[in-house]
């Protein structure tokens, strides 16, 4: 029989066409338990879920559904059976190649339309974000959720904590063992009503000049300039709110107090903020002597004799370090640590 021929056998069987995973799904499935072995080692734990996730769909396939499959893949496995699916066959099959701690955590994680790609939608939260929220939590529950995003987030997440609680939550992570279900699925329904439904509205409802002032936020002023420009012949008053949204090297002497300042500068590598106040001195001459006086004046003296001695910047460093000052404050401003003020043009704080 020819693969056409299957394929057009087997469609009045399977009314919604099969996804590629699927598919793949049931390939895995049909070779048999020392074949599917071999293919199951050579996946990582996306994998694992991304199969767990296609078999979990599929409900029952029929024999002619199988074949047809098998012969699109090419591949000649023995007698395609009926294949069966869902969440107690899904747990069945996996369990004869994973430890059991695994299959349950690949299990709990899509089990339901509400926890079924929880863990990935918090890896792709920014970390500042993630941190605002989980510094609010119970350190053990801190630890369940870093447990089970990315490890590139996780470390990221748990470097913005105080050492105290950063220890706290680390050695949380050091005796979590199995969890409960009914606890993990109180934690994914916090989760998602909590932190992850809020956050979705909070996307969905962005005011223009809030959008377009975080995302000239993250650009080169000498890139924002000709944008800022179309936008105020298009419609100056928006313009207007662009820019008061927006927070650039030169406000921080107008929209960050000295208690803020302090902490800006605490938190910043000393070649970065030296780069900084160098291209400043050029263009904003107060702005630096608003940092100076937020420092020791040992430190500011000291500062201020590198910068002398310092051969030539780059601009482009330059410019890439005043960047970074200013992502540092709004991290800084988005975990709650500090305040950046919405600029007045009646009430702006004098610098000097």
Not at 55 to 73: K, Y
Request: a negative charge; one cysteine or more; glycine letters at 6%.
């Amino acid at each position: 029989m020819s693969n056409s021929t299957a394929m057009a056998k087997a469609q009045p069987a399977q009314s919604v066409p099969l996804a590629t995973d699927e598919k793949a799904a049931i390939v895995v499935y049909s070779l048999g338990p020392e074949r599917a072995e071999k293919v199951l080692s050579r996946m990582d734990e996306s994998d694992y879920r991304r199969f767990a996730r296609a078999m979990n769909r599929l409900g029952t396939v029929h024999s002619d559904t199988v074949e047809a499959v098998m012969a699109e893949f090419s591949t000649t496995v023995g007698d395609p059976n009926t294949v069966r699916g869902g969440m107690t066959e899904t747990r069945k099959f996996l369990s004869q190649y994973l430890e059991s701690g695994f299959v349950d955590q690949i299990m709990d994680d899509i089990g339901g339309p509400m926890g079924r790609d929880i863990w990935e939608k918090l890896s792709n939260t920014p970390e500042q974000t993630l941190y605002s929220y989980l510094r609010h939590e119970q350190p053990q529950s801190v630890a369940v959720i870093l447990s089970r995003i990315s490890a590139e987030k996780a470390a990221k997440v748990l470097q913005l904590f105080s050492e105290d609680r950063g220890k706290e939550v680390v050695l949380r992570m050091s005796r979590i063992g199995s969890i409960d279900r009914r606890v993990m699925t109180e934690l994914k329904a916090t989760l998602q009503h909590d932190f992850l439904s809020t956050l979705q509205k909070q996307h969905m409802t962005r005011r223009p000049d809030d959008l377009l002032g975080g995302l000239f936020n993250q650009m080169a002023a000498d890139k924002v300039a000709p944008l800022l420009q179309v936008l105020e012949e298009h419609d100056p008053e928006l313009a207007e709110k662009v820019q008061k949204m927006m927070f650039t090297f030169a406000d921080f002497g107008s929209r960050v107090n000295s208690t803020g300042l302090q902490a800006v500068i605490k938190n910043c590598e000393r070649d970065t903020l030296i780069s900084a106040l160098s291209l400043a001195k050029h263009n904003a001459p107060k702005i630096v002597d608003y940092f100076f006086n937020n420092m020791s004046k040992r430190v500011a003296e000291q500062m201020r004799e590198e910068m002398q001695n310092a051969g030539p910047i780059r601009m482009k460093d330059a410019q890439e370090a005043q960047q970074e000052v200013v992502r540092l404050a709004q991290a800084l401003a988005k975990s709650g640590e500090i305040e950046i003020s919405i600029e007045d043009d009646d009430d702006q704080q004098i610098v000097g």
